[in-house]
């Protein structure tokens, strides 16, 4: 049983409590002012801090690395996997109790293996869904051949240029255990031999894609860029738009009306600017980047002001996963409110993932649960400042547990 200080349930819009919440079985049973206490129940004091739901971060890359991509092509698929666990548990000490991974480099399916081990009780951490590879287009944001000389022809990409071929790589990702389908429709600003502000699919192809994955029950999320290439996803039902760099108002009133959530992974820009301005960004990125960054930062205050479902994203593995709590603090600096982003990294979050047993505290939900000191909705910095985990019922970390500093 957990005495709460204040609560943020997921769903309102101010802190409700002080209460308390029983938790049996891996769900929240009860919640109220005050609870019936089971003989012999554990009970934690959080009666100094703000409790809320689990914390989901939609767009991370468990066995990507972006600081050391050309060696870790030479790393086994099983070392990816364990690795990742190790990124996946330090997370969940951050407040994530749940992860969507967007994709890996490798020919097998290391982030499949993970989270069944995570489902089996194998191994603990965060829950986890998964799309197993980024496909895309030759010479698209997937293709990853131009880090390397072209005599190495690596089975690190899931490339395809006609629509058979989209086709058999959607089928392929069901087959072998993906969640969701992950492609890109336009290039990114790490890759090479790419431009964000073009769009990398036909529409047949894209087409293809989306209702391959549609036949199959997969919903697919799509890394965007581009105005045109924002549209496009839409148009053919994607779920969620990643990062959707350089989207416009049209684009955005698309997604509004069409049900689509915006990703906007704000803290990432935040990061490459700092790279930028250091002289660290990466040479292909350079170019790409400095062209943009504004309107990058115009884009963002745009998906800000409207009223488009904004789900929490970070991309981490792109950057250190021990700064994807800053993407609280992102979003509110872009114009976010306090408790949208807290929204966005709890009930939106689980709404895009199409989960209702997950970002909220009420009965019946999972017992995914988080309390940090101060107030995130007067402060978004609080978010920082986690210091107890809960996922399904088992405690993760406490009060008093070494502390760690994002
Ligand atoms: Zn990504």
Redesign the pocket.
């Known amino acids: 049983m957990l005495v709460c200080g204040a609560v943020f349930d997921g769903i309102s819009e101010e802190l409700g409590g002080p209460a308390e919440i029983l938790v049996r079985d891996g769900l929240i049973s009860e919640i109220a002012h005050s609870v019936n206490r089971p003989d012999g129940a554990e009970v934690i004091d959080l009666s100094e801090r703000t409790v809320t739901p689990g914390f989901i971060d939609t ?1 991370v ?1 468990l066995t990507m690395d972006a600081a050391t991509l050309a060696a870790q092509t030479l790393e086994s698929t099983a070392t990816k996997a364990l690795k990742g666990l190790s990124l996946a548990r330090e997370y969940l000490s951050y407040g994530f109790t749940t992860l969507r991974d ?2 890996s480099m490798d020919p097998e399916f290391p982030t499949v293996d993970l989270r069944n081990a995570l489902d089996a009780g194998l191994v603990q951490g965060p829950r986890l869904l998964v799309a197993a590879h ?1 496909i895309s287009s030759s010479a698209g944001h997937g293709d990853l051949r131009g880090f390397y000389a072209s005599r190495w022809d690596l089975p690190v990409s899931a490339i395809a240029d006609s629509t058979g071929e989209i086709r058999r790589l959607v089928r392929r990702e069901h087959a072998y255990g993906s969640d969701w389908i992950k492609t890109a429709n336009a290039g990114g600003y790490f890759s090479t031999g790419d431009d964000p502000a073009r769009p990398t699919w036909f529409d047949d192809e894209m087409d293809a894609l989306c209702s391959t994955a549609r036949l199959l029950g997969m919903p697919v999320a799509v ?1 965007t860029g581009a105005a045109q290439a924002c549209k496009q996803a839409v148009r053919y039902g994607a779920r969620s738009l ?2 959707a760099y350089l989207i416009d108002e049209e684009g955005i009133d698309m997604a509004t009306r069409g049900g689509a959530y915006i990703v906007p ?1 704000m803290q990432m820009t935040q990061e490459d600017l700092s790279e930028l301005q250091a002289g660290t960004l990466p040479c292909q990125a350079v170019w790409k980047f400095s062209r943009d960054n504004q309107e990058i930062l115009h884009s963002q205050r745009l998906i800000t002001s409207s009223d488009a479902k904004v789900a929490f994203g970070t ?1 981490c ?2 950057f250190p996963f021990s700064h994807g709590i800053r993407e609280f603090q992102a979003m509110v600096d872009a114009g976010l409110s306090p408790v949208r982003a807290l929204k966005a990294g709890t009930s939106v979050a689980a709404e895009l993932l199409g989960r209702d047993d997950i970002g909220v505290l009420e009965p019946g939900a999972c017992a995914d649960i988080v309390a940090m000191p101060g107030n995130p909705v007067d402060d978004i910095a609080a978010t920082a400042q986690v210091d107890f985990v809960m996922r399904a019922g088992a405690v993760h970390r406490r009060p008093d547990d070494e502390r760690r500093s994002p």
């Open positions: 767009h890359h967007l994709g980024i890394h990643e990062h992974t991309d593995g792109m």
